[in-house]
């Protein structure tokens, strides 16, 4: 795929731009060229190479085991795909959590060895010494509250997170504390909508919401979930554009019945 010179790319600031005029921001995940280029070319604003990766590429039952060697692999494939979208690289778990030189270098690699444009993180206040020292190496990063997958084992279930008052209060805090240390934007997973109205107008940048209501600046999904290639996963937030799986079982079944049946290749297919 070559390099259209004529498209402008997205950047933060067209973000910021975006969410000042009122205009939504669409995000999806990619993770490999070839997906990568068809999300690229229908105009979403923000890819996202994210760690769940883990789950749809490797089939691991979390985000946890994907190191960040395997995310600059998915990372890197994907930017040579895209011209206009932002590719936002997320930060695997164990790559920033030690301290925040670590956490520095991790951010590095990902910058200098994929060519994305941005890192997310998970969590508040708790990384926030991680955050300022990657954002002082001029490195954009985007934030992730609310269900943040890295943590499910303290959290023992997928379920809706800050339902109670006193999660609702130190996501908000959170959320501030990431919009004025300069984070470009910030994610917040599967919330109350109230809460996440709550929080996109309680911070100046984007909030980019996946089961968090309609009420923030834009919205994010996982492409094989919203393309219907996955199976099993049918939250309530989940709207499914596509019954891609269905379709490529059904074709699938087709070319092993006509290999069998030696209708393929036909004459026009040999040489
Ligand atoms: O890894 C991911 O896909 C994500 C989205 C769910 C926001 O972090």
Redesign the pocket.
Same mark, same amino acid.
């Given at each position: 795929m070559s390099v259209n010179k004529d498209v402008r790319r997205v950047t933060t600031h067209t973000l910021q731009e975006m969410k000042n005029k009122g205009e939504k921001i669409a995000m999806l995940?990619a993770y490999d060229y070839t997906m990568a280029g068809i999300v690229d070319k229908a105009g979403i604003d923000v890819i996202?190479v994210?760690?769940?990766?883990s789950n749809v590429m490797a089939g691991h039952e979390t985000?946890l085991p994907i190191t960040l060697d395997q995310m600059i692999y998915h990372a890197s494939s994907v930017v040579r795909a895209c011209n206009r979208s932002l590719v936002v690289v997320?930060m695997p778990f164990g790559s920033y959590q030690g301290n925040s030189k670590e956490a520095l270098n991790s951010a590095i690699r990902i910058m200098k060895e994929t060519g994305g444009h941005a890192v997310?993180l !998970?969590g508040g206040e708790e990384i926030i010494e991680s955050i300022k020292r990657i954002l002082t190496a001029g490195i954009p990063v985007m934030g992730?509250l609310g269900l943040t997958?890295q943590s499910i084992y303290k959290f023992g279930t997928y379920q809706v997170r800050a339902k109670e008052e006193e999660e609702a209060e130190r996501l908000i805090h959170d959320a501030k504390m990431l919009a004025d240390s300069g984070c470009f934007a910030i994610?917040l !997973?599967k919330i109350p909508a109230q809460l996440a109205k709550r929080v996109a107008e309680s911070v100046h940048v984007p909030v980019?919401g996946?089961g968090a209501g309609n009420q923030v600046d834009g919205q994010?999904?996982?492409l094989h979930d919203m393309l219907g290639i996955t199976e099993g996963f049918t939250p309530r937030f989940l709207r499914k554009y596509a019954n891609l799986g269905e379709q490529m079982t059904t074709a699938l079944e087709q070319y092993v019945a006509d290999v069998r049946n030696v209708d393929f290749p036909n004459e026009k297919e040999q040489y």
């Open positions: 995940t996202l994210g760690d769940s990766a985000t997320d997310k !998970e992730h997958p994610v !997973e980019i996946i994010v999904l996982v």
